[in-house]
């Protein structure tokens, strides 16, 4: 996948630090970004503590994960099936390992149950979703921070809080006016106005447009605003039958978990994160309602949609 082409939300790396400002500090200037960093205090708390680092070294990607634990009492690893999923092979993933929130130290997982319908696109029937079995020897200590699966009615829609890796540092408002400026200046030196029409409050910067990517080569704070990948970020949303609402998130947050607001699992999420500014800012985890071509792309996935086998032999991984 293209740097820039962020339609599902797995991200490759590097990375640079983070500024501390954000939605929850600073409201006022932070009013179009609305997400917060996971403080190094609420990192030791769940649901926070259930949420790790998914890394992908043969990708050289980042995802997000959760250690949920199951009714039979093992704690196991979920997260999204592109993350891991090896093109054109099915049923058949990358190795991963994974990071928690409370150390360095990294765990490698074995797959152990996934879709057999989904098929790496997303306007399909398949839902986007694996489950890892995490080393056995460590059961008591995942344990201790696991989550669990949410009792809400998933067709209510109800608050929500979406965590993850996302790359895109949280940007305040003259950031992202700063960069919308930028760019509106470069399509304007290319004679390239009639690409100019997005520029009104209500409409973003489109990540995957050519354009962009070209303008992107050339703005000097753009790793400034991405590679943001090791920091825990939150967005404070609503979720329900038709996916999220106001959750915001990038490339990195693939696989993570939408939490109700009592911290139990109610999602994992999947596609979003291609806008910088506007409505559309970031938002991810949106389903698109069906048309006479498609049958509308799921964007995230339901817990109650993650089926895991009674019994059962772990799947092949690559």
Same mark, same amino acid.
């Given at each position: 996948?293209?740097?820039?082409?962020?339609?599902?939300?797995?991200?490759?790396?590097?990375? !640079? *630090?983070?500024? #501390?400002? +954000?939605?929850?500090?600073?409201?006022?200037?932070? @009013?179009?970004?609305?997400?917060?960093? $996971?403080?190094?205090?609420?990192?030791?708390?769940?649901?926070?503590?259930?949420?790790?680092?998914?890394?992908?070294?043969?990708?050289?990607?980042?995802?997000?994960?959760?250690?949920?634990?199951?009714?039979?009492?093992?704690?196991?690893?979920?997260?999204?099936?592109?993350?891991?999923?090896?093109?054109?092979?099915?049923?058949?993933?990358?190795?991963?390992?994974?990071?928690?929130?409370?150390?360095?130290?990294?765990?490698? !997982? *074995?797959?152990? #149950?996934? +879709?057999?319908?989904?098929?790496?696109?997303?306007? @399909?029937?398949?839902?986007?979703?694996? $489950?890892?079995?995490?080393?056995?020897?460590?059961?008591?200590?995942?344990?201790?921070?696991?989550?669990?699966?949410?009792?809400?009615?998933?067709?209510?829609?109800?608050?929500?809080?979406?965590?993850?890796?996302?790359?895109?540092?949280?940007?305040?408002?003259?950031?992202?006016?700063?960069?919308?400026?930028?760019?509106?200046?470069?399509?304007?030196?290319?004679?390239?106005?009639?690409?100019?029409?997005?520029?009104?409050?209500?409409?973003?910067?489109?990540?995957?447009?050519?354009?962009?990517?070209?303008?992107?080569?050339?703005?000097?704070?753009?790793?400034?605003?991405?590679?943001?990948?090791?920091?825990?970020?939150?967005?404070?949303?609503?979720?329900?039958?038709?996916?999220?609402?106001?959750?915001?998130?990038?490339?990195?947050?693939?696989?993570?978990?939408?939490?109700?607001?009592?911290?139990?699992?109610?999602?994992?999420?999947?596609?979003?994160?291609?806008?910088?500014?506007?409505?559309?800012?970031?938002?991810?985890?949106?389903?698109?309602?069906?048309?006479?071509?498609?049958?509308?792309?799921?964007?995230?996935?339901?817990?109650?949609?993650?089926?895991?086998?009674?019994?059962?032999?772990?799947?092949?991984?690559?």
């Amino acid at each position: 996948m293209k740097k820039y082409a962020i339609s599902s939300l797995l991200f490759l790396m590097p990375y !640079v *630090a983070m500024a #501390a400002d +954000d939605h929850c500090t600073k409201p006022n200037e932070y @009013t179009i970004d609305k997400r917060c960093y $996971v403080t190094d205090e609420q990192k030791s708390q769940k649901p926070y503590n259930s949420v790790v680092q998914v890394i992908i070294p043969d990708k050289n990607g980042i995802c997000t994960g959760t250690i949920v634990k199951e009714k039979d009492g093992v704690p196991y690893l979920f997260t999204a099936q592109h993350c891991v999923w090896i093109y054109g092979k099915k049923g058949v993933f990358e190795d991963a390992k994974i990071k928690l929130e409370n150390g360095d130290t990294e765990y490698d !997982v *074995a797959p152990y #149950a996934y +879709d057999k319908v989904y098929n790496g696109s997303y306007i @399909t029937y398949g839902r986007d979703w694996i $489950v890892y079995k995490l080393p056995e020897d460590k059961k008591e200590d995942f344990l201790k921070i696991a989550t669990e699966r949410t009792n809400k009615n998933p067709n209510v829609k109800s608050e929500a809080r979406l965590v993850g890796y996302g790359d895109l540092k949280i940007m305040s408002d003259e950031e992202i006016m700063n960069l919308k400026n930028a760019y509106k200046n470069y399509l304007e030196n290319k004679g390239r106005p009639e690409e100019i029409d997005f520029m009104d409050e209500d409409s973003g910067i489109y990540m995957p447009a050519r354009s962009v990517v070209e303008f992107l080569g050339t703005y000097q704070g753009w790793k400034h605003l991405t590679n943001n990948y090791n920091v825990l970020k939150v967005s404070f949303c609503k979720y329900g039958p038709n996916g999220g609402e106001g959750c915001q998130g990038w490339g990195g947050n693939s696989g993570g978990p939408v939490f109700d607001n009592n911290g139990k699992i109610m999602a994992i999420a999947g596609r979003g994160g291609e806008f910088i500014g506007g409505t559309s800012h970031a938002a991810v985890i949106k389903d698109t309602q069906p048309t006479k071509d498609i049958k509308g792309m799921k964007a995230s996935i339901k817990i109650n949609d993650v089926k895991l086998p009674q019994t059962g032999k772990n799947i092949t991984a690559k």
